[in-house]
């Protein structure tokens, strides 16, 4: 099999999405961390600000007319992709431990595939399901290698754990739903949309939270973590999802969930927080192997057509 220079990009995207979001970990926390601004305010900062961001953007680019019933489209993808993915992660996060929260995040690629076999019809290849198992083993390698992020543990695991793969299960129905509408419009017209909606179906009920927040209090460090929160780890790392999703198969998509724990924990030995060991080396090694199994996979026959 021959990838490409679409397919190539596609990687390319998703690579770096993927890279801004295992950054966006300790920006958030760092932010989090001064008690100030808390996850639901976070995440209010993530939407409310990219949705200001795409229209923005969107004002110096070509107007392109939406149907209404692609706008209800639209707005059911920014429920699934955005409101459910990133809201029930950030409170599950909130009652169950890091640990856990990211073992269950291990499972997206796998139910990107069950769906897409079901809704898509594509097809559950020896290599494909070998390729999930290969790279979740490596980045369990990197969860479990981290011993401290199981010290932490949450007031109700149980309600964090559902919650955690609610937000997983919502972001793998995404990507199979919307695989085909996506290719109807721009990237930038596809986000706008869907951040909008997702905005407006969240600022509601955090305005008194907004307006009571001592914004004024915020450390010069707090304010620059915000920025990249919204403008790296969700503006740009958006674009290039869409990016990526345009071009690859849904299963290939979810499968740079993995490059996160990599990501994550270069930051922690870059800054001391964590231990350079033998093991991160052979989970990376299992992460990539697992990519590249899943990319050498039977795809759809109008994907292989497009090769």
């Known amino acids: 099999m021959t990838i490409d220079r679409h397919q190539l990009r596609g990687h390319a995207a998703m690579l770096c ?121 490596g980045a369990l390698i990197l969860v479990f290698g981290s011993g401290s992020r199981h010290t932490v543990t949450g007031s109700n695991p149980l309600l964090g754990d559902i919650l955690v793969f609610c937000a997983q299960f919502s972001y793998a129905l995404y990507l199979t739903l919307y695989r085909n509408f996506i290719r109807r419009y721009s990237l930038v017209t596809l986000m706008k949309w869907m951040f909008l909606f997702a905005a407006c179906a969240v600022l509601p009920f955090s305005i008194p939270t907004i307006l009571s927040t001592a914004w004024h209090e915020l450390s010069r460090f707090e304010i620059w973590g915000i920025v990249y929160v919204v403008a790296g780890g969700t503006f740009l790392s958006y674009i290039c999802v869409m990016a990526g999703q345009k071009v690859l198969r849904p299963t290939l998509v979810g499968m740079y969930n993995y490059v996160q724990p990599v990501v994550a924990s270069a930051v922690g030995i870059c800054l001391g927080l964590d231990s350079f060991t033998p093991s991160k080396i052979v989970a990376v090694v299992l992460i990539f192997a697992g990519v590249w199994l899943v990319t050498v996979s039977k795809a759809l026959p109008q994907d292989s057509a497009k090769r």
């Open 17 to 137: 999405a993927n890279m801004l979001w295992g950054l966006m970990s300790p920006a958030a926390k760092l932010v989090m961390g001064g008690a100030i601004v808390t996850p639901l305010l976070m995440t209010d900062c993530r939407i409310a600000g990219a949705a200001l961001l795409f229209w923005l953007l969107s004002a110096f680019l070509p107007t392109e007319h939406v149907p209404g019933g692609d706008l209800l489209r639209l707005a059911g993808a920014g429920m699934l992709g955005i409101v459910f993915n990133q809201g029930c992660f950030i409170f599950g996060v909130g009652f169950t431990s890091p640990g856990e929260a990211s073992i269950i995040t291990t499972t997206m690629p796998m139910w990107v595939m069950v769906l897409a076999a079901l809704i898509l019809k594509e097809p559950v290849t020896l290599k494909k399901a070998g390729g999930i198992i290969v790279g979740a083993a």
